[in-house]
Structure formats: structure tokens, C-alpha cells
């Protein structure tokens, strides 16, 4: 079975300063990885996947992420926030190629300050 | 444009009353999903189908029922049995091949229930 646990429910940063959202997984066999952002009221738009080729993933908007085995962990990063950063941002996995379906973790919301 | 929609935006019903939640995609992908999204606890699978036809439970699935009678289309409906069923619903869908698990949102449907 696949979990997903994301650190803290809510993070604040200033504009200009490096975003880190934390994800962990749990998962039986070679995982799929996911960040998605979520602005108010609206649907989920992917960041970035890692499917199990390059362990940096480079995603939209000037994000990336990086998939760490001995760590369990796929935190997501941007050098420096803007404001149109703020927004909820799910981790996701999957159990690998083929039809899986999706665990998310309960999300984080980023917030940016001028 | 392809994409998928999901109808009406908001939607108020009375206790007790079935309602029906739109979901059309024009991507011709085969797999379609419905999440339920409530504050603090990221997204939970209600049900997901593969092929047309055909369908199968996820993880809360009691007091909800789907049809998939046109690849395009996977209506979801809130039934009276549901105990809680204010709260953000999410359609999406996915292509069923090697390598592509990435599943895409729709902008969502917000039930009040009264």
C-alpha cells in the first residue's frame, strides 16, 4: 500500500525566498511521485511528476523536486517565491506504471508575503 | 480545446435530496475518477472506471453511485444515503498506457447541502 504524509499544513515565506514543501512516502514498490497546486476553488493542475527516470525532476512555474530512496522523500522547491506562488499544493503517489490509483497527501498552503 | 468539465460550479440542495454531478472530458482518455476534497484531509477517491460500462469502488464510495455509459462522460450522483456530502467534488481522468499515470482535474464542483 502507498501513503503519503506532507509536513506541515501551512507554510509563509516572503517574496523572494526559497520555497520548500516537505513530502514523505510510503510504498511497497517502485513508486510514481506527484506535486499538483491547487488555486481557490478551482480543480488541480499537475507541477511535476518523477516516474522513475531523473531523481531531479524539473516541473512548471520555476519549480522542481527531488526523489531521495534513502529518505523516503520527494520535497518540492522554487529558488524564490513570487506571490502568485500562494495556493494549496498536494503530493501524490502511485504504485509504479500501468493503472494505479492515486494516494494524495493532505496538502500544504503556501503563503507568500510582500 | 480539450479539457475537462464539470457541472453546475455550485450547487445547493435540501437534506434528503439525490442530486447528479457533471463530469465531460474531450480527451478521449479511458479512465475517469471522482474525489472528494474536504478541508485538512487532501482528496479521497469516491469511485474510478477504467472502460465504459464498467466501474469500480474507492475508498468512500457508500452513499454515492456513477455511470459510465459514454467514454466522454462520468456523472456522479449524491444520494440521500450519503451522512455528509457538503464538500468540494473533483472529477478527472487519465490515458490507460505505459508511462502515462498522470491524471488530469477538472475545475471542480462545491455541493452545499442545507
Known amino acids: 500500500a502507498q501513503s503519503v504524509t506532507q509536513l506541515g499544513s501551512h507554510v509563509s515565506v516572503s517574496e523572494g525566498a526559497l520555497v520548500l514543501l516537505r513530502c514523505n512516502y510510503s510504498?511497497?514498490?517502485?513508486?510514481?511521485l506527484f506535486w499538483y497546486v491547487q488555486y481557490p476553488n478551482q480543480g488541480l493542475q499537475l507541477l511535476l511528476k518523477?516516474?522513475?527516470?531523473?531523481?531531479l525532476v524539473k516541473g512548471i512555474n520555476g519549480f522542481e523536486a527531488e526523489f531521495k530512496k534513502s529518505e523516503t522523500s520527494f520535497h518540492l522547491t522554487k529558488p524564490s517565491a513570487h506571490m502568485s506562488d500562494a495556493a494549496e499544493y498536494f503530493c501524490?503517489?502511485?504504485?509504479?506504471?500501468?493503472?494505479?490509483?492515486?494516494?494524495f497527501g493532505t496538502g500544504t498552503r503556501l503563503l507568500v508575503s510582500p | 480545446d480539450g479539457g475537462i468539465t464539470q457541472s453546475p460550479k455550485y450547487l445547493f440542495r435540501k437534506e434528503g435530496q439525490n442530486v447528479t454531478l457533471s463530469c465531460e472530458q474531450n480527451?478521449?482518455?479511458?479512465?475517469m475518477y471522482w474525489y472528494r476534497q474536504d478541508p485538512g484531509q487532501g482528496l479521497r477517491l469516491i469511485y474510478y472506471?477504467?472502460?465504459?460500462?464498467?466501474?469500480q469502488k474507492g475508498d468512500i464510495a457508500e452513499g454515492y453511485s456513477v455511470s459510465r455509459e459514454k467514454k466522454e462522460s462520468f456523472p456522479l450522483t449524491v444520494t440521500s444515503a450519503q451522512k455528509n456530502p457538503t464538500a468540494f467534488y473533483l472529477c478527472?481522468?487519465?490515458?490507460?498506457?505505459?508511462?502515462?499515470?498522470?491524471?488530469?482535474f477538472g475545475p471542480g464542483t462545491r455541493l452545499t447541502v442545507l
Open positions: 472506471s477504467q472502460i465504459v460500462n464498467d466501474f
Open positions: 510504498s511497497s514498490v517502485p513508486p510514481y
Open positions: 478527472a481522468s487519465s490515458i490507460l498506457a505505459p508511462g502515462e499515470d498522470t491524471q488530469y
Open positions: 501524490a503517489v502511485s504504485a509504479g506504471e500501468g493503472f494505479q490509483k492515486l494516494v
Open positions: 480527451l478521449n482518455h479511458d479512465a
Open positions: 518523477y516516474t522513475s527516470a531523473a531523481t
